[in-house]
């Protein structure tokens, strides 16, 4: 039996670095050819040998639609990991470590354009995971918060009903751990913050403009709640 797909993957250098740059934010190819150092039509090949395998998808921008986002499936990565420790012997397939219960350090600050769904949405699932943990949201844009998002967090047992949004000026001079940006267009505008908190960026489309009603939210939640998922286990690494 020969060694298993993802390590033959991992195990190059460029994809490495390239895997370990998307494991911390969504990035154009500009952006990470810079990261990495190679040339563009290098790191574009990378990119398709990892996206032929499903480590990594591509998203057009919803503030250009010229470039793309890349962003890696890491719930797929610690799969294929297991699975090649598992190969090996069956003690080395992984387990995940558990969550603490204490606030991890830093406090996070999740924007997007309206704050009116995806980060009010991702600070309520932050929330309910750490309730000791400072949690905010912020639009460049503010408008009402949008009811399906209320019903979809209503379903998961969260009370969204009464949340206000703000603008991210409310917070211009407060100190975050992370700032995370979800969508396109407010990551081009959102200012820096004091302390160099960690930027991170997801690049989530808008579930109000998918067309398909509460399902385009419910994938949303679903994504939020994957991605918290790993960006607590970064936190409290």
């Not at 797909?5 to 494991?23: I, K, M, Q």
């Not at 499903?54 to 793309?68: E, I, P, T, Y």
């Not at 830093?106 to 924007?111: P, R, S, T, Y």
Request: net charge positive; proline share 8%.
């Amino acid at each position: 039996m020969g060694p298993p797909v993802f390590l033959g993957l991992a195990g190059h250098p460029v994809r490495w670095r390239l895997l370990t740059e998307l494991a911390r934010s969504d990035r154009q190819v500009h952006e990470l050819t810079d990261l990495v150092g190679e040339p563009q039509n290098l790191v574009s090949y990378h990119l398709g040998r990892l996206r032929a395998e499903g480590l990594v998808s591509a998203r057009r921008s919803a503030a250009d639609g010229r470039v793309a986002y890349y962003a890696l499936d890491l719930a797929r990565c610690g799969d294929l990991l297991s699975a090649a420790g598992a190969q090996l012997h069956p003690a080395l397939a992984l387990v995940p470590p558990p969550c603490s219960g204490d606030a991890p350090p830093g406090a996070v600050l999740f924007l997007c354009t309206g704050n009116s769904a995806r980060s009010q949405m991702a600070e309520a699932l932050l929330r309910r995971a750490r309730p000791r943990l400072t949690v905010a949201s912020a639009g460049s844009h503010p408008k009402a918060v949008h009811p399906d998002a209320v019903r979809v967090m209503a379903e998961r047992g969260i009370d969204m009903s009464g949340r206000r949004s703000k603008h991210l000026a409310e917070f211009a001079g407060d100190r975050f751990g992370h700032v995370v940006t979800l969508c396109d267009k407010v990551r081009l505008v959102a200012p820096d913050f004091p302390g160099g908190p960690e930027r991170v960026h997801w690049s989530l489309p808008d579930p109000a403009r998918a067309g398909d009603g509460l399902a385009a939210f419910a994938r949303t939640a679903e994504e939020l709640s994957t991605r918290i998922h790993y960006l607590l286990h970064r936190m409290e690494a």
